[in-house]
């Protein structure tokens, strides 16, 4: 019905914006004041800014609770904030803070972020987060309670106070490898700011995030995101406010990236970060910043081209379901066989905020390519604009908002790298990523080294050459990710199949789990591990490779 109510009005919308009224648009805060010119209707519009609470899904111990307030397009809607007050609580426990603030608001952006100091009654808690805004808008008072959109719940924020830091072996560090922020802003969406999500990502234990906003918001004008500036304004300050940030990087590092849209071997728009790359890659296929202007500017073979030799190119969630609607009218594809094999990809994020069959499929194709001698690695984000406690998005552009609270949040699913003793920077944590040295995990975490007879160690993401082997396998979780569940070696032999060598599925292992075997590696070959935790939970490692050549 809808559908039909489209297109037979297709004359009272102007062209370039219609397509936003059929597009599925998911992960994301939702931009509430957009509306069409000719015909103004929006059941969730408000003639007050966006106003947001947000806060961390989990807490790392000995950090203080980062409290977000977002307003923004309150240079439309001008507001004068008079206090906040953020109640946190668990049971019979609860600390309460009022912040006066009097401030007169009137910027397209605004954020401030309030921390807390939570006693050690919460740890191991789930914390409930309330935030009451107060404000005043044209002589009238406006109160507002975690948000203020039109049919979502308002309901708590809720955060997971740790006990324990996330389980990771010596020397690895966890991080966002897909986050979008406040420079992917449109009619529909906006993400948080760079230094607001930096607090963010520390107090969840992550040590880095890489900023891969959609190339074709980076290409705006800062005032109007349907016009595009040649002069790319948008992507130098990125690139600028990245920079300055990382020169101080208080214990978390940002990777500059950008999310590609590019065609497919069909022809058809598919997604690829390209991290490390100074130079803008254009675009603008699925945009629906013009009418029937579908068709990308770039192939996907035309960005390997483009990009810098030490720029890495990993193809993003290349498994996921595409949306009908947004076939017909964005001309979004799947990755085809022909992208898959491409030789210039690192690799894939496979992970992307949510262990679900895109996931699944993703990691059986991944499988497939190792079998096939293919090095290409596998990492995780999760594609969050903002989002850090619970995703908010439009469901039906002008019609519905929607919310989920347990899905796609930043920072739950990880990439993990293996830094060893190196310093925490940008130029360290790629070297890692080019070479493999990842795991994706949800929490746990699982190591392997191999050892042979010469005492020469090998790690995840190395290359071995061919023999007999004592691989030491090293599980760990925690309380708040589960209790061990499945563990297995597997061992694969390009050109035939992979095989289990260690197995402890189905069987209660505990928080940490450690064991050693005998292995006689033959070359062409690859060792990997896999860990489920009965919260299902879980941790996939890369290979470690076996070459003949080094033999």
């Known amino acids: 019905m809808i559908l039909i109510a489209v297109f037979s009005g297709l004359s009272l919308y102007p062209p370039e914006n219609l397509l936003y009224l059929m597009i599925p648009v998911f992960l994301l805060y939702p931009e509430i004041h957009y509306r069409f010119k000719y015909f103004p209707f929006s059941r969730y519009f408000r003639k007050e800014p966006e106003i947001l609470a947000d806060a961390p899904y989990r ?20 507001i004068h904030i008079t206090r906040v007050e953020i109640l946190v609580r668990h049971a019979r426990d609860q600390v309460q803070e ?22 050690a009654a919460f740890r191991g808690k789930h914390a409930l987060v309330d935030v009451t805004i107060h404000a005043e808008a044209k002589g009238k008072k406006v109160v507002v309670r975690n948000d203020n959109f039109t049919g979502l719940s308002q309901q708590s924020l809720r955060v997971f106070c740790a006990e324990v830091p996330l389980p990771l072996p010596p020397g690895w560090i966890a991080g966002d490898i897909h986050y979008h922020s406040h420079y992917t802003s449109d009619q529909v969406e906006y993400g948080a700011s760079l230094e607001d999500t930096r607090i963010m990502a520390r107090s969840a234990g992550l040590k880095f995030f890489a900023v891969t906003d959609h190339s074709y918001d980076l290409d705006d004008a800062w005032d109007n995101y349907l ?10 300050d990125q690139i600028n406010a990245i920079d300055r940030l990382n020169a101080n990087p208080d214990g978390c590092v940002l990777l500059q990236g950008e999310e590609v849209t590019c065609a497919n071997a069909d022809g058809r728009n598919i997604h690829c970060l390209v991290l490390n790359n100074r130079e803008y890659l254009p675009g603008s296929g699925d945009s629906a910043e013009q009418w029937l202007k579908t068709r990308s500017e770039l192939l996907l073979t035309d960005v390997s081209r483009r990009t810098a030799s030490e720029a890495l190119i990993i193809a993003a969630h290349p498994a996921e379901e595409v949306p009908i609607l947004q076939r017909w009218l964005i001309r979004r594809g799947n990755w085809t066989d022909a992208d898959w094999n491409q030789p210039f990809l690192h690799g894939f994020q496979i ?37 850090f406690n619970r995703f908010r998005q439009v469901r039906l552009p002008m019609i519905t908002l929607h919310e989920r609270l347990d899905y796609q949040l930043f920072g ?18 790629f070297h890692a990523i080019r070479n493999g040295a990842v795991m994706i995990s949800t929490g746990p975490s699982v190591e392997i080294q191999l050892q042979n007879p010469d005492s020469n160690q090998y790690s995840i993401g190395n290359i071995a050459p061919p023999g007999n082997y004592s691989a030491i396998i090293n599980a760990q979780s925690t309380a708040e990710f589960g209790m061990i569940t499945k563990l297995q070696l597997i061992q694969g032999r390009v050109g035939s199949s992979e095989m289990t060598v260690a197995d402890n599925a189905n069987t209660a292992l505990g928080y940490k789990k450690s064991f050693s075997l005998k292995l006689n590696l ?7 591990a896999v860990l489920e935790t009965d ?9 470690i490779w076996i070459d003949g050549a080094l033999h």
């Open 59 to 78: 807490l790392e111990p000995g950090q203080p609770l980062p409290v977000l307030v977002m307003i923004k397009d309150s240079d439309r809607f001008p």
């Open 98 to 119: 009022e912040y006066g603030m009097g401030e007169a608001i009137s910027r397209p952006f605004w954020s401030r972020i309030f921390e807390i100091n939570l006693p």
């Open 227 to 236: 016009t595009r500036d040649p002069f790319l304004p948008k992507w130098k």
């Open 351 to 387: 992970l992307n905020g949510a262990d679900n069959r895109s996931f699944r499929n993703a990691l059986a194709r991944w499988k497939e390519l190792l079998l096939q001698g293919r090095r290409v690695c596998i990492y995780a984000g999760n594609d969050a604009h903002g989002n």
């Open 412 to 429: 739950w699913a990880k990439t993990l790298v293996r830094l060893d003793d190196r310093p925490l920077n940008p130029e360290n944590i």
């Open 522 to 528: 033959p070359a062409n070959a690859y060792v990997r």
């Open 535 to 543: 919260k299902n939970h879980l941790c996939v490692t890369n290979p």
